[in-house]
């Protein structure tokens, strides 16, 4: 499948950088589809940018970040695999002020 | 789907920014070259200066703040580096080593602020996504170089050239992604203080700073800034890439600055110079001061260029102002420093505020100006101190 290819990238590029304070210091929530989000979503930039926005966000802009990564960056995500990454991105990082 | 180039491409990203990184306290992480800065980012590497390393009337250039938004950054050897000037507004096409532009043109430093568009992001109320910046995605260094107009008279510019298009050789992970290209109207790409920098603060560029050579355009966000310059393009139709006509946009006529008109659409227009602004820098929030021990607010106040006429000082969270001294002028575009002796002799909390004025007559406002990217944040900020 893909996201297991695209998982497997992202092992890769993190097996070439190890050391102390650097993007493998950043995982996300450990919960169903966290591999599958990761493999999406550290292609082209660390985990960071997802981690750092957390506070910013609801339901309604991860839907349409994500949009703009397929749209505007050419993120390769099909669009049946949109819902589960909102779905992942809005249960565990979304303001909750 | 990944093809090899692309994995490779991916792997170098990770190589370039996160080498050697090293953690501190605080969550401040060394970039190399680099002192320990707040880790916004690590690919691409999104670095943000603490505000003590701004105290000082030069930023350091290993305290500097870094902003890239594309990963794969190649680290270019500047003996074998070429700049072309080039594009159907040119009347001949150059080819530039870094030996020709010392050599052949006639060298200038201006002193200038370089203040991300996106600055003080991370304090917009309602907030909104983005790199989360706070104060330090800015500072302010002696750029030398050479005059982009100088250079683009040799090339002959014609007369009917619109608009410059800069080049770098930063790129995305995938060839999919936009590479981050930039343009400038022609009469500011001409005007006395745009450079081609080499040098920042009489050393030659930092990697990280876009070695060997930078565009430096004083009183624009840095957006403009472009780092590791490959090409520059001189053409008569408005420039069209996704870095220009779908981000650094603002709302049509919602703050004031030069104009880009070729950039235009219906409803936006592209973020331009810097607005009137100000950063304390001491004393710090939360701050304990000794009652009637001297006590003195300082920092920097800067604009697009037209000068700091005035910096007004509140310590009632902005309901009275009084003056502060503004330090000696040296130059349109650097920042001006000021300072305010505090009256400590009564025992409670200050809640300072510093408000600057341009000569431009335009003023720190006392309300955001709400815009969906988050750019120019220059409400004055609040800085809680306690007297006892």
Known sequence: MKHLRLARLFLALCSISATAADETSIVLIDAPDRDFTTAHCAICHSLDYITMNAPVMDRARWRATVQKMIDRFGAPIEAKDVDRLVAYLSQHYVNRE | ?388
């Open chain 2, 1 to 388: 789907m990944l093809t090899r180039r692309e994995l490779m491409a991916a792997s170098a990203a990770v190589l370039a920014s996160s080498r050697e990184a090293l953690a501190s306290e605080a969550g401040l992480v060394a970039l190399p070259d680099k002192k320990p800065l707040i880790a916004r980012s690590f690919r691409p590497p999104n670095f943000e200066t603490p505000l003590a390393d701004l105290r000082q009337p030069f930023t350091r250039n290993d305290a500097f703040f870094v902003r890239y938004h594309l990963p794969v950054i190649p680290e270019i050897d500047t003996s074998d580096w070429t700049l072309a000037i080039a594009g159907p507004g040119t009347e001949r096409e150059l080819t530039l080593s870094l030996r020709d532009l010392r050599r052949d043109f006639e060298r200038v430093a201006i002193p200038a602020v370089n203040q991300c568009s996106g600055n003080r992001r991370g304090l917009f109320v309602p907030r909104v996504p983005g790199v989360q910046w706070e104060h330090g995605a800015m500072g302010h260094a002696l750029w030398g170089g050479v005059r982009l107009a100088d250079v683009l008279r040799r090339a002959g510019v014609r007369p009917d050239a619109v608009e410059v298009v800069f080049e770098c050789a930063d790129a995305g992970v995938l060839p999919q992604t936009p590479v981050y290209v930039k343009s400038l109207p022609i009469d500011r790409a001409v005007a006395e203080s745009t450079l081609i920098a080499f040098e920042m603060n009489g050393k030659p560029l930092p990697h990280l700073h876009g070695a060997p050579a930078r565009l430096v355009v004083p009183g624009w966000t840095a957006t403009y800034w472009m780092k590791h310059l490959r090409t520059i393009r001189v053409v008569q139709q408005p420039f069209d890439g996704f870095w220009m006509k779908n981000a650094y946009r603002l709302p049509l006529g919602a703050f004031p600055g030069a104009r880009f008109p070729s950039q235009d659409d219906a409803s936006t227009t592209p973020i331009t110079e810097i607005l009137v602004n100000s950063i304390i820098t001491s004393p710090a929030e939360g701050n304990r001061l000794r009652r009637s021990k001297p006590a003195e607010v300082r920092g920097w106040a800067w604009d697009g260029g037209s000068g700091i006429a005035a910096v007004d000082i509140s310590v009632d969270r902005g309901q009275s102002w009084q003056p502060a001294k503004l330090d000696a002028e040296i130059g349109p575009f650097a920042w001006r420093g000021f300072r305010f002796r505090l009256d400590t002799r009564t025992a409670g909390t200050l809640e300072v505020m510093a408000r600057a004025t341009g000569r431009n007559g335009q003023r720190q406002p006392q309300a955001l100006t709400v815009n969906a990217a988050g750019y120019h944040h220059n409400v004055p900020q609040v800085v809680k101190v306690e007297v006892a």
